[in-house]
């Protein structure tokens, strides 16, 4: 599993169906994997959204959700640079989106 809050939601929605189409699952031959998987599928689902929304990435864009970060990438020296006024500061949840950019 990777994080990425897309990918986790779609992964949690199939665990989720599963989940819920147990009595279904169950009385289609050939179907007996996907029924003894499906706690698995929704466990990976869950887990997968929640590490997207550490890496702050959504189909491998990032994503400032609890708001502007620390740092600024200079594109001339491609070097990061912390904003004016913001010394140790600290990011809402997970990391800052610019580490998309590091090297």
Not at 28 to 35: D, K, N, R
Not at 44 to 59: P, S, V
Request: hydrophobic share 45%.
């Amino acid at each position: 599993m990777f994080g990425d809050i897309a990918h986790g939601a779609i992964v949690l929605l199939v665990g989720i169906i599963l989940c819920a189409s147990e009595d279904f699952i169950k009385g289609v031959e050939g179907m007996e994997m996907f029924h003894q998987t499906r706690y698995l599928v929704l466990m990976m689902g869950i887990f997968a959204t929640y590490m997207g929304f550490i890496y702050n990435d959504f189909m491998s864009f990032p994503i400032e959700l609890f708001g502007r970060g620390c740092y600024e990438l200079d594109r001339d020296t491609g070097k990061f640079e912390t904003i004016s006024g913001q010394e140790n500061c600290v990011y809402g949840f997970g990391f800052d989106p610019v580490w998309m950019a590091s090297s």
